[in-house]
C-alpha cells in the first residue's frame, strides 16, 4: 500500500530535549516537505526536499533541521525544542514538486 | 512570497445544499491550485487541484473554478452530505517561490447538517 509513515505518532516531551520525527514514503517520490498545522494558521511549509541531499527552507524553518540521505526517508529534526514548537506536524511527498501531495497522518507533539 | 486568504472560514449548510469557498492568492506567476480535505483527526487529502491554463474543473460533485485576472479560484460542492463535513484547505504553488513551496489558506470548515 502507498502510503507515506510517520513516527512517533504523538510525543509529550520537555523544553531543549532533542527529538527526531521519521518520516519514510515507499512511493520512490522525489519530492518530500514538513508542515505544522496550528489552530486558525492552516498548514505552513517548515522544510522541503526535491531529492536526495537537496534541501531548503520552507515558511517557518527556525527551529527546526532536516535531512535527506536517502530518497524514502526525510526526518524532522528539533535540536533544541521549546513550547512554541507544540504543534501537529504532516510529513508530505509527490512524485515532483508539480504534483499533488500525499500526507502522512500526522505527529502531535508537545513541548512543555 | 505567496499569500493566500481563504473565505469563510465556517460555513454551515443543509444536506442538499450548495457551498462555496473562496480564495484569493498574491503571486499572480502562481499556477497550480490545489484543494484538500480534512476529516477530524485525519491527514489533508487531495480531492481537485487546477492548473493556470485551465479555468475550470469538476469531478461529480464537486468543481473548482479560476480566474487569473483577479487572481481567486473557488471550490464548489453541489448536493452536499454530511460526510462532506470537515475542514477544506485551498493552496497555491509555481509562482516566484517555485512549485517547491505550497502555500496553504487558513482554511474552511463545513458544517453539513441533516
Known amino acids: 500500500e502507498a502510503q507515506v509513515t510517520q513516527n512517533p505518532r504523538y510525543l509529550i516531551t520537555v523544553t531543549g530535549k532533542k527529538l527526531t520525527v521519521t518520516c519514510s514514503q515507499n512511493?520512490?517520490?522525489?519530492?518530500m516537505s514538513w508542515y505544522r498545522q496550528d489552530p486558525g494558521l492552516g498548514l505552513r511549509q517548515i522544510y522541503y526536499s526535491m531529492n536526495v541531499e537537496v534541501t531548503d527552507k520552507g515558511d517557518v524553518p527556525e527551529g527546526y533541521k532536516v535531512s535527506r540521505k536517502e530518497k524514502r526517508n526525510f526526518p524532522l529534526i528539533l535540536e533544541s525544542p521549546s513550547p512554541n514548537q507544540t504543534s501537529l506536524y504532516f510529513c508530505a511527498s509527490s512524485p515532483s514538486s508539480w504534483g499533488s501531495q500525499h500526507f502522512g497522518d500526522g505527529t502531535r507533539l508537545s513541548i512543555l | 512570497g505567496e499569500n493566500v486568504e481563504q473565505h469563510p472560514s465556517t460555513l454551515s449548510v443543509q444536506e442538499g445544499d450548495s457551498a462555496v469557498i473562496k480564495c484569493t492568492y498574491s503571486d499572480s506567476a502562481s499556477n497550480y491550485f490545489p484543494w484538500y480535505k480534512q476529516e477530524l483527526g485525519k491527514r489533508p487529502q487531495l480531492i481537485i487541484d487546477i492548473r493556470s491554463n485551465v479555468g475550470e474543473k469538476k469531478d461529480q460533485r464537486i468543481a473548482v473554478t479560476l480566474n487569473k485576472t483577479a487572481k481567486h479560484f473557488s471550490l464548489h460542492i453541489t448536493e452536499t452530505q454530511p460526510e462532506d463535513s470537515a475542514v477544506y484547505f485551498c493552496?497555491?504553488?509555481?509562482?516566484?517561490?517555485?512549485?517547491?513551496?505550497?502555500?496553504f489558506g487558513k482554511g474552511t470548515m463545513l458544517l453539513v447538517s441533516p
Open positions: 512511493m520512490n517520490h522525489e519530492y
Open positions: 493552496a497555491a504553488s509555481g509562482g516566484n517561490s517555485g512549485y517547491s513551496t505550497l502555500t
